[in-house]
């Protein structure tokens, strides 16, 4: 098992561009996560997913924001005409539903918009 | 709405210090606790997790003690070594029976110097 993997590790992107980022949970977890980081800060969350259905979405989460889990496996972020307040480490994570599983990391896209 | 309170940091210290990050969390519901860690570079681990009240959770020498009447998840070590320099972030969590997602702190950056 590789553990959770996310691509790109960095973006840079000019304000108003669209960017995608992609993200393979472990194979047998059913739960997908997306959480954004900003410097000094502890992750806030963004988005939840239990197989392909999305079931919970942050406030933080504005229109420009959509995410995808087709077939409940990998999961896309995609953020439309992106502001230089969209700057943050986007981080993704998996768990297998039961008990107390830990959430499991990736390690970031870390995205920057000029 | 749930949230988390760490210390703040930098915490710095001396090779073989004791450390303690204090760590208090509203919360509805019964939620497990955890403590992430982020080293320099590297994506976030599971450091240690307590799923009750007054469960110890422990590993690489840190421990923390689920205390529900005072809603507090102490981080403890009682010789700091230099390869612990990281941020540290406690996170109450829900499990199966909820989304199973993390609360994040802000973090706790520790320092050792040799």
């Known amino acids: 098992d590789t553990g959770v993997s996310q691509d790109p590790r960095h973006k840079i992107t000019k304000r108003g561009q669209n960017v995608t980022f992609r993200c393979d949970p472990i194979s047998e977890h059913n739960r997908l996560y997306w959480y954004r980081q900003t410097l000094g800060q502890g992750p806030e969350f963004l988005t939840y997913?239990?197989?392909?259905?999305?079931?919970?979405k942050s406030r933080l989460l504005s229109d420009r924001f959509s995410a995808e889990r087709p077939k409940g496996s990998f999961s896309t972020l995609e953020i439309q005409r992106t502001e230089q307040g969209d700057s943050a480490m986007y981080l993704c994570a998996s768990s297998l539903q039961g008990g107390t599983a830990e959430l499991f990391f990736g390690e970031g896209s870390r995205l920057t918009v000029l | 709405g749930d949230s988390v309170t760490q210390m703040e940091g930098p915490v710095t210290l001396s090779e073989e210090a004791f450390l303690t990050i204090n760590c208090t969390y509203t919360a509805t519901g019964y939620p497990s606790l955890f403590w992430y860690v982020q080293y320099p570079g590297e994506g976030l681990q599971l450091l240690l997790k307590?799923?009750?009240?007054?469960d110890k959770g422990s590993n690489k020498g840190f421990e923390a003690t689920y205390r529900k009447e005072t809603t507090s998840f102490h981080l403890e070590k009682g010789s700091v070594q230099v390869s612990d320099s990281a941020v540290y972030f406690c996170?109450?969590?829900?499990?199966?029976?909820?989304?199973?997602?993390?609360?994040f702190g802000q973090g706790t950056t520790l320092q050792v110097k040799p």
């Open positions: 307590a799923t009750k009240a007054d």
């Open positions: 997913f239990q197989n392909e259905a999305q079931l919970e």
């Open positions: 996170a109450p969590g829900y499990g199966s029976s909820n989304t199973g997602k993390l609360i």
